[in-house]
């Protein structure tokens, strides 16, 4: 009962106009302290950018862990009614479950315009498709294609700009060199899946009335796992995971030479390829349909206002700063090392390209090409369930390589994540 009375709460939120805490109507004068989680990297400096121009609002960043602990120190404060902080930097993922939990307000009115300042895909993780607004766009996570350009060279090889071009060059890749492949499918990496699923069209979850659909093994999705499973099924590419000494290794010494990534593979590719620097040339995503491009998320965040602070207008004001003012925005890109989801980041904060790929000076014009053409994507309050059914059956799947495995997949995180919301109390169409 508790879950569907908070699922109301999400779909009824922008309606009623109702969300926390707030008692700014009542102050008159005095200096507003506000306190800010985030995980990102030097964002106590660039909170400096801000108290030094707003002297009466001075924000405090506290450094947390992202990810779920993040959220669970969150969820554990305003369940204990003290301890919140003002503003809390979020996952787009998680966003639906910090409002089912009313951890994270309503801030429509706040907000005012500031969605013309962000792509459609950045801006609908932060309403659940309604009107409410729980966060302010921070930053977003375009995926795009990385390739080592002097293999690629060597095999007289373009960049594949369609998904059968991939295909194609994968094979090309292989053939050449029985050790070398243009990828890998990684089956421990659901956020990089539902990216590409994204990509294709798909919403694993949406909301209709009061209810909530899962919408996992969808047409869309299944186009991209036949894809993959066929790949894997002939050889085409690597069946392993990502993020392991095996796969930095491959990367280094050029067994792969490629990698679907995303906006800040840079600093991947710096960490785990050392010695391949300014080998690497980025793309955009290959295409389903070259005449209409399209392309996923893989990560970004928002900063969101909580329920419990007794200064919403002061810390949806700061949100609004962090993330659209022109200084703001160049502290984000240049001193946090966050990929900025406003749409003119790239104009005022991102005029040179990564260290890794600093004679690609096209790099953030491509990135904010990506970014524009992203799908609207939403997310569910159960997420993890998905993510977590994902691992575990598409792991199986992988270990098999076997095409018809990759399908069978879906449809055990489609009923997976369809009885847990059942089962949660929510109300599911």
Same mark, same amino acid.
Request: some cysteine; aromatic content about 10%; glycine content about 8%.
């Given at each position: ?7 109301? *709460? ?39 950018? %801000? ?13 947390? !862990?992202? /990810?779920?602990?993040?959220? @669970?120190?969150?969820? @554990? $404060?305003?369940? *204990?009614?003290?301890? +919140? ?15 089912? #939990?009313?951890?994270? *307000?309503?801030?429509?009115? =706040? ?27 921070? !930053? ?18 373009? $960049?594949?700009?369609?998904? =059968?071009?991939? $295909? ?78 095996? %796969?930095?290794? #491959?990367?280094?010494? /050029? ?22 620097? /300014? ?22 965040? +928002? ?5 419990? @602070? ?9 949100? /609004? ?6 200084? #703001? ?14 749409? !003119? ?47 575990? +059956?598409?792991?199986? $799947? ?13 449809? @055990? ?17």
């Amino acid at each position: 009962m508790k879950r569907l009375v908070a699922l109301t *709460a999400i779909l009824l939120l922008a309606a009623t106009g109702c969300s926390g805490t707030d008692d700014n109507e009542g102050e008159s004068g005095g200096k507003v302290e506000l306190t800010y989680w985030s995980w990102a990297p030097n964002m106590d400096k660039v909170a400096e950018v %801000w108290n030094a121009a707003h002297p009466d609002i001075h924000v405090t960043v506290n450094k947390q !862990d992202g /990810g779920d602990p993040a959220v @669970t120190k969150l969820l @554990t $404060a305003i369940k *204990a009614g003290s301890g +919140a902080p003002d503003v809390m930097q979020a996952e787009y993922q998680k966003i639906p479950t910090l409002v089912a #939990a009313n951890a994270i *307000a309503d801030i429509a009115k =706040e907000a005012g315009s500031l969605k013309s300042k962000f792509p459609d895909s950045a801006w609908n993780s932060v309403t659940l498709g309604q009107s409410a607004v729980y966060g302010v766009p921070q !930053d977003s996570g375009p995926m795009m294609f990385f390739y080592r350009a002097d293999i690629f060279q060597q095999l007289n090889l373009q $960049a594949p700009t369609t998904w =059968e071009q991939y $295909a194609d060059v994968a094979r090309k890749v292989h053939a050449a060199n029985p050790k070398q492949y243009l990828g890998t499918f990684s089956a421990n990496d659901p956020g990089w899946f539902s990216g590409l699923s994204q990509q294709a069209g798909a919403s694993w979850w949406g909301v209709k009335g009061d209810a909530w659909s899962v919408n996992i093994d969808d047409a869309n999705t299944r186009k991209v796992a036949q894809y993959w499973g066929g790949l894997v099924q002939e050889g085409a590419v690597l069946n392993t995971p990502m993020y392991t000494p095996e %796969w930095n290794a #491959a990367l280094n010494d /050029g067994t792969q030479v490629g990698w679907l990534g995303a906006v800040w593979g840079p600093g991947v590719l710096s960490g785990s390829a050392p010695a391949t620097k /300014g080998k690497w040339k980025a793309a955009l995503l290959p295409q389903w349909d070259a005449a209409k491009p399209a392309n996923g998320n893989w990560g970004g965040s +928002a900063t969101s206002v909580t329920t419990q @602070t007794k200064h919403r207008k002061q810390a949806a004001q700061f949100a /609004g700063w962090l993330n659209t003012d022109p200084a #703001a925005l160049k502290a984000l890109a240049q001193t946090a090392n966050v990929y900025p989801a406003a749409t !003119d980041a790239t104009a005022t904060a991102l005029t040179t390209p990564p260290a890794f790929f600093a004679e690609q000076t096209d790099f953030y014009a491509l990135a904010a090409q990506a970014a524009k053409a992203t799908n609207p994507f939403t997310y569910g309050p159960n997420v993890n369930v998905a993510y977590n059914a994902y691992n575990d +059956a598409f792991g199986k $799947a992988a270990e098999s390589r076997q095409a018809a495995a990759f399908t069978a997949a879906l449809g @055990t995180m489609q009923t997976t994540t369809l009885d847990d919301l059942k089962k949660a109390g929510f109300k599911t169409a």
